[in-house]
C-alpha cells in the first residue's frame, strides 16, 4: 500500500528559527515528490516538486531534499516568520499519476 | 502557477437540501480534474475523477448518486451533495491537471469550500 508518514506531526517554533520537517513514503513506482504549504481553510498551494534525479530543491526560505533511495524527503524552513503557521503536506506522485497525501506537517511560529 | 477557483466558499445548507460546488481553471485548460474531501487536521481523501466529457470515476466507498459529479468543459467541473446530512460537513477541495508543465502531470489546487450541514 502506497504511504507516506511525516514527523513531527506538530511543532511550535519561534520567529525566525529554522526548522526541518520530515517525510517517508512507501509510493512505488514512484513519480515525484511535491510539498505543499495549506493554511487553515485554504487549498494546498505548491512548494516544491522533484523528481527521483533530483537532491534538492529551493523556493525561497524552503528548501526541500530527497534521497530517492532511502525514500525520505525534508522540507527546511529557514528564519521562520509568523505567516509559515500552516501545515506543510508531503504529496508523493506513483507512476500511474495517482497521488499518496501525509497528513501534514502543523508549524507554528510565535513571536 | 495555474489558478483554480472554487464557488462558493463556504456554505451552510439544511439536512436533506443538496449543494452544488463549483471548480473553475481559470488560466489553463483541465484534462482531468479532482475531488478531495478533508476532515480536521487529516489529510486529504480523493474522492472522485473526472475527465472532460466523459463519467467520472469515484474511489472505493464514494457513493456516486450521492456526490455527483459533472465535468462538461474544459474549465468547469462541479460537485452536487444530494439530499445532504450532516455527516457530510467537511472541507472539499477540487484540483485540476492539465498539460504538462515542467514535466510534471502537476495539480493545482483550489482554495477549498466549507460544507456545513444543520
Known amino acids: 500500500k502506497n504511504q507516506v508518514e511525516q514527523s513531527p506531526q506538530s511543532l511550535i517554533i519561534l520567529e525566525g528559527k529554522n526548522c526541518t520537517l520530515q517525510?517517508?513514503?512507501?509510493?512505488?513506482?514512484?513519480?515525484?515528490l511535491r510539498w505543499y504549504k495549506q493554511d487553515t481553510g485554504r487549498g494546498p498551494v505548491s512548494l516544491t516538486i522533484?523528481?527521483?534525479?533530483?537532491n534538492t530543491k529551493s523556493n525561497g526560505r524552503y528548501t526541500a531534499t530527497l534521497d530517492a533511495d532511502t525514500k525520505q524527503s525534508s522540507l527546511h524552513i529557514t528564519a521562520s516568520q509568523l505567516s509559515d503557521s500552516a501545515s506543510y503536506i508531503c504529496?508523493?506522485?506513483?507512476?500511474?499519476?495517482?497521488?499518496?497525501f501525509g497528513k501534514g506537517n502543523q508549524v507554528v511560529v510565535i513571536p | 502557477g495555474a489558478v483554480v477557483s472554487q464557488h462558493p466558499s463556504r456554505v451552510i445548507c439544511k439536512s436533506g437540501t443538496s449543494v452544488k460546488i463549483e471548480c473553475r481553471s481559470l488560466?489553463?485548460?483541465?484534462?482531468?480534474m479532482f475531488w478531495y474531501r478533508q476532515f480536521p487536521k487529516k489529510s486529504l481523501m480523493l474522492m472522485a475523477t473526472s475527465n472532460e466529457g466523459s463519467k467520472a470515476t469515484y474511489e472505493q466507498g464514494v457513493e456516486k448518486d450521492k456526490f455527483l459529479i459533472n465535468h462538461a468543459s474544459l474549465t468547469l467541473s462541479t460537485l452536487t451533495v444530494t439530499s445532504a446530512h450532516p455527516e457530510d460537513s467537511s472541507f472539499y477541495i477540487c484540483?485540476?491537471?492539465?498539460?504538462?508543465?515542467?514535466?510534471?502531470?502537476?495539480?493545482?489546487f483550489g482554495p477549498g469550500t466549507r460544507l456545513t450541514v444543520l
Open positions: 504529496v508523493v506522485a506513483a507512476g500511474n499519476n495517482r497521488l499518496a
Open positions: 517525510c517517508n513514503y512507501t509510493v512505488s513506482p514512484f513519480s515525484n
Open positions: 488560466d489553463f485548460q483541465a484534462t482531468t
Open positions: 522533484m523528481t527521483f534525479s533530483e
Open positions: 484540483s485540476a491537471r492539465g498539460t504538462k508543465r515542467g514535466g510534471y502531470n502537476e495539480q493545482f
